[in-house]
Nanobody, 117 residues
């Protein structure tokens, strides 16, 4: 069983919106900080947004005010709502679960987001 299952990537025009979803087991969500990372071609993977303790969030400076990370505990899902997308947001986006006790990381398979006219 895949621990993290992502969906929601795609092609969007500049200024458009996408919502990424990451379904995790309840046991993972309960003990993890959940984050979204991205990796563009030729660049290092970077943290885009993270949520812990159900409500504490942090964002990459370049996405503040445009992206929102939130959870739906009833659906065991973490979302990344991305608005006002820019070409520089183009990357493969990965869901991440970091165990708050062991710091062990679990990664999703990645989903491609392409912002282009």
């Amino acid at each position: 069983q895949v621990p993290l299952v992502e969906s929601g990537g795609g092609l969007v025009q500049p200024g458009g919106s996408l919502r990424l979803s990451c379904v995790a087991s309840r046991s993972i969500l309960r003990i993890s900080a959940m984050g979204w990372y991205r990796q563009a071609p030729g660049k290092q993977r970077e943290l885009v947004a993270v949520i812990s303790s159900g409500s504490t969030t942090n964002y990459l400076d370049s996405v503040k005010g445009r992206f929102t990370i939130f959870t739906d505990s009833a659906k065991n899902t973490v979302y990344l709502q991305m608005n006002s997308l820019r070409p520089e947001d183009t990357a493969v986006y990965y869901c991440n679960a970091r165990n708050l006790f062991s710091n062990q990381n679990i990664w999703g398979q990645g989903t491609q987001v392409t912002v282009s006219s």
